[in-house]
């Protein structure tokens, strides 16, 4: 079968233009079709000739589809996310497009990955990601909220470290508030919690508080959660954000 | 207190340059001295007038020690890690050692995010970390195997997608028996699995197969391993390695 057009799935990373990758770039500049989420797509600089198809949020499958037929009439597509796309974004709504197409052998689909949101996250707060950890969307759009009670009474279970994506939106304000309810039973108050906003960008917000101090009010849809483990803890900072550390070395676990 | 010196955390990414970000080049460009595992330091370009330090394998915290001694004497020092600093390596030594020298003060510490091996393997697999995700390492240099063992099983319980850091080496060459020994017990033998070693470099090489038929005896230190969860799904590709697909729909989990 021959090759027609091409797919590249590209990860902008959290936002400033320093987190994308040389990778990212290029293929932005080589696409003759960008398609994505209207603000990632304004993240990309504009090139004459070049076509920009931007779309609402919430429309994964469309969006993959129209890079399919874009793709298939020769050309040469690049899909935007934010963040990395193998990471909760736009890969897996490419290759469930491309599968439900049949087209998986007709067309090059390339992923390239991006900074995503957990690890701008980390990097503003020391080194909570420095042992084992789980990444849960808390999104219940395309999963039952019981599937996300189990995998966070697991996580507490395992002792790990926890960050959550799309932790909040509008149509799920309350949900944040679950999840907190649910871990504070499970792990202890002194827990640290991180939240961790729009890092990267000129809104930046970072808070460290613990678990039994965390106010999930202020977490919104740019938020990036993280919680610790039982032997993750806070290293003050004169002047700063204190730092969340979860050691290389283990005792065991005490959960 | 005044600022002497600088530490730069540096996240070179997984190997090839066009995955290295821009800030951790200019971070490489910038720094008066290099701090690092030895194959790592090859990755930065030559400067004159930069001193390279470089070190063995498994002396993070020495290593950390050095970079806040050359600190203190006003260096600017990057301390460089392959992927992310963040996810198990170099960010937590960094914290460690500072706090452990009372110097979380006076010394100013910047964490410079990569793209981690995990997201690399993704980005050849398709779509394997697109629904909630782990990250375990199977070195039990700093944590006992009993915790291994109870992350693995929470894991499952879980449904979670589990990637394998440190799967393998040549002090511990049978701890990845021991970690399928294990989910073979507790997971379905159609689950996906990948085998993706050195995703970058000249040496790539990627399997893809099902827990059932899983060789973990082609893992080395090199190799990520990704495991699907109970919904994550192979796509054959016509001459490709097939696609792991881990929806973002899910029904609920069967595990």
């Not at 950890?133 to 219940?140: H, K, P, R, V």
């Not at 039994?212 to 993280?226: E, G, H, L, N």
Request: include cysteine; proline fraction near 7%.
């Amino acid at each position: 079968m021959r090759k027609t057009g091409e797919i590249l799935v590209v990860g902008l990373g959290p936002g400033p233009d320093v987190w994308r990758t040389p990778e990212a770039s290029a293929a932005i500049e080589r696409a003759t079709d960008l398609v994505g989420y209207e603000p990632y797509l304004a993240r990309c600089p504009e090139r004459p000739g070049q076509t920009r198809h931007g779309s609402d949020n919430r429309v994964e499958l469309e969006r993959a589809r129209l890079a399919i037929d874009l793709a298939r009439a020769g050309r040469i597509v690049a899909v935007v996310s934010g963040g990395d796309p193998g990471v909760f974004a736009m890969a897996a709504a490419v290759v469930e497009a491309v599968e439900a197409d049949g087209a998986a052998g007709d067309l090059e689909v390339t992923v390239l990955p991006g900074i995503s949101a957990m690890q701008a996250a980390a990097a503003r707060l020391g080194a909570p990601l420095g042992h084992d950890f789980c990444a849960i969307s808390l999104s219940d759009n395309l999963k039952p909220w019981a599937l996300v009670e189990k995998r966070l009474r697991a996580a507490a279970e395992g002792d790990f470290v926890i960050a959550f994506y799309n932790p909040a939106s509008k149509a799920r304000p309350t949900r944040i508030f679950d999840a907190f309810e649910l871990l504070c039973g499970l792990k202890a108050g002194a827990t640290p919690v991180a939240f961790a906003r729009a890092v990267g960008r000129p809104d930046e917000r970072i808070v460290v508080t613990t678990l039994a101090d965390a106010d999930p009010s202020i977490v919104d849809m740019a938020t990036m959660v993280i919680i610790g483990s039982s032997e993750s803890r806070l290293i003050d900072r004169p002047g700063g954000t204190p730092w969340i550390l979860s050691p290389r070395q283990s005792r065991g676990g005490a959960a």
